[in-house]
């Protein structure tokens, strides 16, 4: 897939896993849109090694799949975001440029699908293989956070955007940003995928949560 669009600059391509891995430590790209299966090497394990050599990388996960398991699968591999391959190129330009400022591509449906799924089955995170990778978010001291920040925290991983936690909250979108911005560091956390892995793995949220985000 070539994506061309104002704003974005295609730097390199790859034919399987093992050749993304080469390409993105080569070429350092900001974000790499990612295929699931692929020869060699699955696009989860590529995924894995281009994050552990270049955290600052953003990965899209891409699938002719909609399946519960990868969508867990990829963000538990530090993706970022995870589309169908049948996505328009002007939503996959916008994909790009959004998580390319730090935010995830998390819709509440399918925020939704991975808490129940997770409290039916939970997933094991893949261990550390190198460095770079981050521990299991299940081990993250939430003690640090003040109760404003994890109430934060808790509807993030619900799949609330920042306007939609300034609506619920009544603060301004500075303000959640602050806030949001905070638990990345004190949590060490690269984005809002991992805030969602985090929330449902620490119990923040629970089967049926996610259904509750419309407006009060």
């Known amino acids: 897939m070539i994506l061309t669009a104002r704003g974005i600059d295609v730097v390199g391509e790859a034919s399987d896993g093992v050749e993304a891995v080469t390409v993105a430590r080569e070429l350092r790209p900001d974000v790499v849109l990612m295929d699931i299966r692929m020869p060699n090497m699955d696009g989860l394990e ?13 990965v899209i996960m891409l699938t002719t799949f909609d399946l519960d398991k990868y969508v867990y699968a990829a963000l538990a591999a530090g993706a970022s975001g995870f589309l169908l391959k049948d996505v328009t190129p002007a939503h996959l330009a916008a994909a790009v440029r959004l998580v390319d400022t730090g935010d995830a591509l998390l819709a509440p449906a399918i925020t939704r699908r991975l808490v129940e799924r997770f409290a039916a ?3 094991t995170p893949a261990p550390a293989t190198g460095p770079g990778l981050a521990t299991p978010a299940v081990h993250r001291d939430l003690a640090a956070l003040t ?29 959640v940003k602050t806030h949001v911005a905070r638990i ?33």
Do not use: H
Not at 46 to 58: K, M
Not at 184 to 205: I, N
């Open 121 to 123: 089955d939970p997933p």
């Open 147 to 175: 109760s404003r920040e994890r109430e934060v925290l808790t509807w993030m991983g619900r799949g609330l955007s920042n306007t939609e936690l300034a609506g619920r909250l009544t603060l301004s979108e500075a303000t």
């Open 46 to 58: 590529a995924t894995r090694r281009i994050l552990a050599q270049a955290p600052e990388c953003r």
């Open 184 to 216: 990345f560091s004190k949590l060490s956390l690269r984005d809002r995928a991992q805030a969602v892995v985090l929330a449902y793995e620490t119990g923040l949220v629970a089967p049926g949560d996610a259904d509750a985000v419309g407006p009060q």
